[in-house]
């Protein structure tokens, strides 16, 4: 059995009598340096926590028989070991015994009410992350690593425009060390911060980019190659992402299709797929910079450049559709109940939609757009390119 033991930073003093016979009734003890320092003398023998953690977790995973116990800063299963485990071990083999997180403890120092608050670990995850949720007047808490967490969290603030933003830096939440540091992200100085802190942050300032799909095309960095705003908003209602699944961008031009559907789902997950190297580090780039760096790119020209990725439960298809052998990879692809959607405005590729249609079965939308614009004195409409929409599902 695998117990994992949440700890704060008050840490031996601040577990219940559950806690405490499951650590002294183990047979080993696995936990970070700080953690075991706070452990009586007569404890089972411990094990410091190693850096990578996966070598541990496969051996944990590996385990027959024997009782260890893990301990896990706060809460185990937010953001913690305890969720790792879980996912590989199963609830059969595995204990917890919970303690107020980090994010509990800096919601109720600053009156915050947990359900109107976003959580984002910088931790497991690179701290372009929090960029997703750079929206005014939304709160977040982050969790970061490292005495400098809290500076560059206020760095990327600033950079991005969100300096007036309210910055609360939170050390050693629940320890008899605590310590609330409030400034702003443009002012903020953080001279001798703990490691141990957690950073809070009302949003101000910034352009403030929603969730929804159809961002401005000038969100993106792009040589040309991108789907026009109200035609990407279209596109992503149709794909419609859902927790898990996965989508191809095949032909990904600049990237914005994958991007949104990530922006959309924060547990959907994207493969972009590009033929260019210039656009496919501008996809990156794009990607950072709108807060879903966990966006994969792959160079490369379908269909060989998709043999040995995982099934997709979408596919969109922007670009390449009337190469050889893409439109049957990307179709032979999905499983029950997949989709794939395509876009064409040439006619050469709209003649493959049809012709796609007719043996696959599917529907056809035709998109037009028309923007207002100054003709001499007055004002006329000047129309986009119309697009032909393919849908199709398994």
């Not at 094990?47 to 070598?55: C, D, E, F, T």
């Not at 893990?70 to 303690?99: F, K, N, Q, W």
Request: proline content about 8%; some cysteine; charged content about 20%.
């Amino acid at each position: 059995m695998i117990t994992v033991v949440g700890i704060g930073a008050d840490g031996w003093s601040g577990l219940g009598e559950p806690a405490r016979a499951a650590i002294l009734g183990a047979e080993e003890v696995i936990g970070s340096e700080r953690q075991l320092a706070t452990l009586p003398a007569d404890s089972p023998p411990r094990r410091g926590l190693p850096s990578p953690l996966a070598p541990l977790v496969d051996e944990l995973v590996a385990r027959a028989n024997g009782d260890v116990c893990v301990l896990a800063s706060g809460d185990p299963m937010l953001h913690g070991i305890g969720a790792t485990l879980a996912r590989r071990v199963g609830a059969e083999r595995l204990r917890v015994i919970g303690h107020p997180s980090a994010f509990a403890l800096a919601c109720a120092r600053l009156g915050w009410p947990e359900a109107e608050v976003e959580l984002i670990s910088a931790v497991a995850a690179p701290l372009q992350s929090v960029a997703r949720l750079l929206q005014p007047g939304r709160r977040l808490v982050v969790y970061v690593s490292g005495p400098d967490g809290a500076d560059r969290v206020a760095a990327m603030l600033r950079e991005r425009g969100f300096g007036p933003s309210r910055l609360v830096v939170l050390e050693q939440l629940g320890g008899p060390r605590e310590r609330l540091r409030e400034s702003t992200a443009a002012t903020w100085a953080g001279d001798d911060t703990d490691p141990l802190h957690v950073v809070a942050i009302e949003v101000a300032g910034g352009p403030g980019r929603p969730l929804t799909p159809g961002l401005p095309d000038d969100a993106y960095a792009h040589d040309g190659q991108l789907t026009k705003r109200h035609l990407r908003a279209a596109t992503l209602a149709v794909l419609a992402p859902l927790p898990g699944e996965l989508l191809w961008d095949v032909g990904a031009g600049n990237g914005s299709i994958a991007i949104e559907w990530l922006r959309a789902e924060p547990r959907a997950r994207a493969i972009a797929i590009e033929r260019d190297p210039a656009r496919a580090g501008r996809i990156r780039l794009n990607a950072a910079a709108l807060g879903v760096p966990e966006l994969v790119v792959v160079t490369g020209s379908a269909p060989d450049a998709l043999a040995d990725l995982e099934a997709p439960a979408r596919v969109f298809i922007g670009g390449g559709l009337t190469a050889l052998g893409v439109l049957d990879r990307c179709w032979d692809a999905l499983g029950p109940g997949g989709r794939l959607v395509a876009n064409a405005v040439t006619l050469e590729t709209e003649a493959s939609i049809v012709q796609a249609r007719r043996r696959l079965g599917g529907t056809l939308v035709r998109l037009s757009v028309a923007h207002a614009e100054p003709i001499g004195g007055f004002t006329g409409w000047r129309h986009q390119l119309p697009v032909v929409q393919w849908e199709a599902r398994r």
